[in-house]
């Protein structure tokens, strides 16, 4: 299980883990790249032996410790697995499991060329590596897993920028904690220089109504997506997501206060998916909704 190269993507119609009905949530129709979530609710079950081509962790949801019984490159796996306990399934890995009790599950697919890339952008390892895992706490990781299944919940749209910050802290939390060759990340110190800063601040004012992605504003700034996000929150003292969410909501500011926009109207316009959308992050960054703010 060497990774090279940039393997395919899996099309995000195709199911994690082979499950035999649909997920109840899913990342298929958010167009997030490099990075597949679902949620699953199955009953007992199995599923034969086979591979994928994406790295696979499934974070169980399941209040009680179950048996589960795994199979991962002839590596045959039965045991107690927990709440919040996870299980890596490296790609092409060949792997089987079967269960006898309800199961809730995130599962959580990354593509191998992105985590080559992270890897060569914050290690410059020669190959990548990484190593199967079975029914291990991870906070981190169930932490990136509900966080982005609350993203799915409340649409998903214009999400883009938040997935691909979650899948590089994935990424490099895999590369340093789950690989055969132990990993050092680098450390990125100084901040971005001034021209640089001014110019990716330029880029996402330009484009607030739009879904942006953290790879196109590091591509703007000629940077990697990784040392990018590292160095504009030494810069900002907050990440790019978090950045975007608040000059999105002082552009509502603004735009309310002119009082010729509805609030959905508005939500549109500064790249938010809908009122909602606009009240949950206007009320956490103001302390207000919308509403009450004009009123005041």
């Known amino acids: 299980m060497v990774y090279e190269k940039s393997l395919v993507f899996k099309s995000a119609s195709e199911d994690a883990f082979r499950f035999s009905s649909e997920p109840t949530l899913s990342s298929a129709s958010v167009g997030w790249q490099n990075i597949r979530v679902a949620y699953y609710c199955q009953p007992p079950g199995e599923v034969s032996e086979h591979q994928d081509a994406e790295h696979e962790i499934c974070i169980l949801h399941s209040q009680q410790n179950q048996a589960i019984k795994w199979t991962i490159d002839g590596h045959y ?15 092409n890995a060949s792997h089987s499991l079967s269960w006898n009790f ?3 599950s995130t599962i959580l697919c990354l593509d191998p060329g992105f985590v080559s890339r992270i890897a060569y952008e914050s290690i410059s390892p020669e190959t990548i590596e990484l190593v199967p895992v079975f029914a291990q706490p991870d906070t981190l990781i169930c932490q990136i897993g509900a966080a982005l299944k609350s993203v799915l919940e409340t649409g998903g749209v214009y999400s883009r920028l ?4 979650a899948a590089t802290l994935l990424a490099a939390h895999l590369l340093q904690h789950y690989s055969v060759r132990k990993c050092s990340i680098r450390s990125y110190k100084g901040g971005l220089p001034n021209y640089k800063l001014r110019q990716a601040i330029a880029y996402i004012h330009d484009h607030l109504n739009q879904n942006l992605s953290l790879s196109a504003i590091a591509a703007e700034v000629s940077m990697s997506q990784y040392h990018f996000s590292r160095l504009f929150k030494q810069s900002m003292g907050t990440s790019v997501h978090q950045y975007v969410i608040q000059c999105r909501v002082e552009c509502a500011k603004q735009l309310l206060l002119d009082r010729d926009l509805s609030v959905t109207e508005v939500a549109f316009q500064v790249g938010f998916s809908n009122s909602s959308h606009l009240s949950h992050h206007f009320k956490r960054v103001v302390g207000v909704t919308p509403k009450i703010f004009l009123n005041q």
Do not use: F, M, N, V
Request: charge should be negative; hydrophobic fraction near 40%.
């Open 162 to 165: 938040y997935a691909d910050s």
């Open 77 to 91: 796996q039965l045991g107690q697995i927990a709440k919040g306990e996870i299980t890596i399934i490296p790609a």
């Open 102 to 104: 309800d199961i809730q």
